[in-house]
Nanobody, 121 residues
Framework: QVQLVESGGGLVQAGGSLRLSCAAS????????MGWFRQAPGKQRELVAS???????FYTDSVKGRFTISRDNAKNTVYLQMNTLEPEDTAIYYC???????????????WGQGTQVTVSS
């Protein structure tokens, strides 16, 4: 059984930084595309960043230049470094994995349970 476990969330002041981690267990996800989603209260879940097995990255416009996604296949872990945080970044952040042939809107193979990020002004 595959599990994705996020950690690193918390409360931070605006302008601060957090680093989220997502550790996978149950199988190696080195060939999977990994992503970070977030969902704020009353809003739809949105894709924040993703990284392919080859290292290609995507960022939603609102986090470009502030967030960095990376992966360590030896540790079966993906990270999201979040800098210059804003109150608008407050949300539950979810780790996700999908096979390369799928799309995020089509099929997600695995989800984490989420970690809360709260940015105070």
């Amino acid at each position: 059984q595959v599990q994705l476990v996020e950690s690193g969330g918390g409360l931070v002041q605006a302008g601060g930084s957090l680093r989220l981690s997502c550790a996978a267990s149950g199988r190696t996800l080195s060939t999977y595309t990994m992503g970070w989603f977030r969902q704020a209260p009353g809003k739809q879940r949105e894709l924040v960043a993703s990284i392919s097995s080859g290292g290609s990255t995507f960022y939603t416009d609102s986090v470009k230049g502030r967030f960095t996604i990376s992966r360590d296949n030896a540790k079966n872990t993906v990270y999201l470094q979040m800098n210059t945080l804003e109150p608008e970044d407050t949300a539950i952040y979810y780790c996700a994995a999908r096979r390369a042939a799928y799309t995020w809107s089509g099929r997600v193979d695995y989800w984490g349970q989420g970690t809360q990020v709260t940015v105070s002004s």
